[in-house]
């Protein structure tokens, strides 16, 4: 198909998510073609620097010739095998092995599922069914953190508390609520412990409010990825999980992006200790080379749904549960993580990535610079000394996402002036001197535009950029 008929195709039939559609219909879509390390190139040869790995899941970075021929052995071998019935296959079974091996210690079980949002959902009917089974039904509320993501299945969407996956789908669900994010920024706490003890008391409130014996669980991201990449202090985790010990819930966490090296170690649980009752991943379980999510349970939560009629089945599964393709790629995306070093450079990147988004704390546009590993965010703002973000009207995002086009990168420019990077864990020093040479282009690009220098208060320091 020529590069028109391929747009107007996509115009007429796909549709794609978290879009407005209208809008997309207007505006057409960007043919991706092919891609290498960390660089895309669109079908019309345009080669960009993607600083977002994708969709925050191709850690190992495109274009391993080894996890391709991991998936093209094992599709000739077995391209697919079903879970039902009793059936298994030997990838699936190294990769439940494996993870267990690798992840907190809490956890010795897995179900596998397509990606985070159904990863996300399972999780939700275990907890339901195992309170049933264990004579708690009337343990139905879950509270999660305003600004979480936490996919968009058809419950998932209303533990996610961002406007655009509630509105028109009848969510949040009364027994889905919501404490505050652990924000710093737009927070006013003295210091962390402050900021932490607030999370604490407002999860203690919650839950007395609800009555403990209606609550079943917490979930929680590591670190907020779509809510605009919050940060929390250390230690917000470890309290958070010992507070759902002490109120008698399941603490869930939702490493769906933080998973696989992305804060540094393998699971963001790790740093602080935290060994979960559930933990969601996907993204970078397979790098996104195949789609696959998984739920780690621990032994008491299985325990408890096995016992509860041993003679009667568990009605919860999927078609592609435990793919063995993508099973297979798991295994040497995992080898890749560790015996490829990936992990290890991930670590050694880390303080270049921190430095290259705090010192464009400097830049009149930007008013907090926040990061984890390779995960960060830049904020944007029109008042440093307030912290007054841009008015919607000006479409700011939009604007930096296209200035970053033409730079030839790739990151998220959310709808509320953040800025979201997660490069992937191969970046080399000369490929994060670039990320932030084309980004802070692009950053002197908007804010070259007179109606963006007019709302922003106060003096402004600015070089405008040489003419191409």
């Known amino acids: 198909m020529s590069i028109q008929s391929l747009i107007e ?25 092919s891609a290498q390390g960390v660089f895309l190139r669109d079908i019309d040869g345009n080669e960009l620097l993607d600083a ?128 505050p994010s652990p924000y710093a920024y737009r927070s006013d706490f003295a210091d962390a412990a402050a900021l932490i003890t607030a999370s604490v008391s407002a999860l203690e409130a919650k839950v007395k409010a609800l009555g403990a014996d209606n609550v079943a669980a917490f979930f929680c991201e590591p670190i907020q990825g779509s809510g605009g990449v919050i940060v929390p202090p250390v230690g917000w985790l470890k309290a958070m999980r010992e507070a759902c010990r002490k109120l008698g819930i399941l603490f869930v966490a939702d490493e769906v992006i933080t998973g696989f090296g992305r804060t540094g170690p393998l699971f963001a649980c790790e740093a602080e200790g935290v060994e979960p009752d559930l933990m969601t991943v996907a993204k970078g379980l397979t790098a996104g080379y195949a789609p696959m999510g998984a739920v780690l349970m621990s032994d008491a939560v299985y325990q408890g749904m096995a016992d509860g009629d ?40 880390g303080p270049r990535f921190a430095q290259g988004l705090d010192t464009l704390l400097a830049h009149p546009l930007v008013g907090d610079s926040r990061h984890r590993g390779l995960l960060g965010a830049l904020e944007l703002v029109s008042d440093k000394e307030t912290k007054q973000g841009f008015d919607a009207s000006l479409k700011l995002s939009d604007r930096i996402a296209a200035a970053a086009y033409r730079n030839g990168i790739v990151f998220r420019a959310f709808g509320d002036n953040i800025l979201g990077f997660a490069p992937a864990l191969c970046y080399t020093e000369s490929e994060f001197d670039l990320l932030f040479e084309r980004l802070e282009k692009t950053l002197d690009d908007v804010l070259a535009q007179a109606d963006v220098r007019t709302a922003l208060k106060g003096s402004i320091e600015f070089k405008r950029p040489a003419a191409a």
């Open 52 to 179: 977002f790995s994708g969709l925050w899941c191709v850690n190992t970075g495109y274009g391993h010739q080894s996890i391709v021929e991991a998936a093209a052995k094992q599709m000739a071998r077995l391209p697919y095998a079903t879970g039902y019935f009793h059936f298994g296959s030997e990838p699936a079974i190294e990769l439940a092995s494996k993870l267990v091996e690798l992840s907190p210690a809490s956890l010795q079980h897995v179900y596998f599922t397509l990606g985070g949002s159904d990863a996300v959902d399972s999780a939700l009917r275990f907890i339901t069914h195992y309170y049933n089974a264990t004579g708690r039904p009337s343990k139905k509320h879950i509270i999660a953190v305003q600004r979480g993501y936490h996919g968009s299945s058809s419950i998932g969407a209303g533990l996610t508390a961002l406007p655009a996956f509630h509105r028109n789908f009848d969510v949040p669900l009364p027994t889905q609520h919501h404490i």
């Open 310 to 349: 041993a003679s009667a089945v568990i009605g919860h599964g999927h078609t592609y549960s435990a793919h063995p393709v993508s099973a297979a790629i798991g295994l040497e995306v995992i080898r890749l993580y560790r015996e490829g070093r990936l992990l290890s450079n991930g670590v050694a990147r």
């Open 9 to 33: 195709a996509d115009r007429r039939h796909l549709i794609h998510p978290v879009v407005s559609y209208r809008a997309h219909e207007a505006r057409g879509v960007t043919v991706l073609e």
